[in-house]
Structure formats: C-alpha cells, structure tokens
C-alpha cells in the first residue's frame, strides 16, 4: 500500500477518519450521529478477522488517515460493567500477538481515558469460566473477534494512526446462547432465522437476549460519544 503506509508523503490531503464496524447494527448507530456522519466514513466489514482484512486490503492506494474499529465487546473481568466504554492500549490476539495501539497520540487526547488491553479471539467466549481464563492468561479487561486484524494489517502497512473503540455489551458472567456465533452473516446482518431457531432449542435464551439487546444499546451510545468526543472535535484528531 503505497499512501496507506506513510499517510502524508504523497503531498495529497489525507482522508476523513474511518471507522469500522463488524455489524450492521453498530453502523447503524453511529450513522444516527450527525456528528460522526458528517466528519468521517462508516463502513461496516462483517464479522471476523477475514471480513475485516478483505476491507483493510481494499484500501490498497487510497490516502487513510485514522483507522478505527468501533463497536460491542465482552468483559473478561468483573471490574468490566454493562455499558462501559474502553479505548485499546493494546491490542492482543490468541495466538500470543500484541500491538500497542497508534491512537489517540496527542497526550491531551489520551489523558484521562478509560484505556485496557483488548483481546481478540477466532471464536466467541460464550461461557463464564472461558472469559475467566483467558483474562487470567493474558490480563486483557475485554474481548471482541475483529481489532487483531487491524493491528497486524496496521503494522504490516506501516500505517501510523489506528486505534479500537469498544463498549460491553455483556459481563463476564454472562452465559450467551449457544450457535451465537452464526447469528450474524458475512456482511454483518443479523440471521433472524437462525436465532429463532436456536432460541427455540434453548428458550431459557429468550431473557439473555432481551438483556443483551438493552446492554448493547447502552454501549453503542456510549461508543458514539466517546467517538464524538475523539473524531470530531479538530483538537483530538491526532
């Protein structure tokens, strides 16, 4: 990626900040922003690594400036609550990988933000004791299954200025339905065929997921004023 990879040499204006999502959903509310929508680009790339590296390779020959990755999280540790709202320090993978996040760089942006270290995983952690023990192996406060594949796409680009906006969805001792993983399709569209049927199989479910549907707007609101409070205020973009 000749631009990406050094934003600023080629001497073109460097783009509006982008934000990824993995979920229809997540994009759908930072769209309802006007602040967001007018100051930079939403896209949303499905769930999974994969997805989110078939989008960041698109982006071969564009001039990108801050690349970030928004949306919902697990907790891993119990100091973690419904609703709170985390900026990356670092992001790990599952596989023992770690990046120290680019952004936000200015020290008058990063003072005194709520910062963790994000792990990511091929595979949702459903189960309490799964959450458990992954934060006791690798100390990460929450969990999600896409930031790791902008980090090792940011580092292999050389490209300067990302970061990881998350917010939780649900605690760590939160049981999530079983088939939860297949929930959601490639362009990140929920399946509600699937999760009927699966909450047909599992109907003690039903409340999980009307807690979560509550929990996630909880957090989603708290991802956009975290993002408005970083993105579009002309003295935090740095």
Known sequence: MSSTGQP???G???????VLCALQYEAE??????????E???????????HVLDFLLELDGSDVGIVVFAGLAGALMPQM???????????MSDDGEKWNTTWPRDESASR??????????????????????????????????????LAAWAVQTHHKSWGVVRGISDDVETVLPDGIDHWVGQRGRVR??????????????????RRLGDSSKLAMQGVVDMLEKLLCEPEMCS
Not at 115 to 120: F, P, Q, R, V
């Open 8 to 10: 600023g040499q080629s």
């Open 12 to 18: 073109r204006r460097i783009g509006r900040p982008i």
């Open 29 to 38: 509310f930072l769209h309802a922003s006007r602040r967001l929508e007018r």
């Open 40 to 50: 930079v680009s939403i896209h949303c790339t499905g769930p999974g690594a994969d």
């Open 81 to 91: 609550h419904v609703g709170d709202v985390r900026v990356a320090r670092r992001v």
């Open 112 to 149: 005194g933000l709520a910062m963790c270290d994000i792990l990511t995983t091929r595979r949702i952690l459903r189960l309490p004791e799964e959450r458990r023990s992954a934060h006791e192996t690798t100390g990460a406060a929450m969990v999600d299954t896409e930031s790791a594949a």
């Open 192 to 209: 509600p065929w699937r999760i009927g049927y699966d909450l047909l199989r599992q109907p003690r479910s039903i409340a999980t997921m």
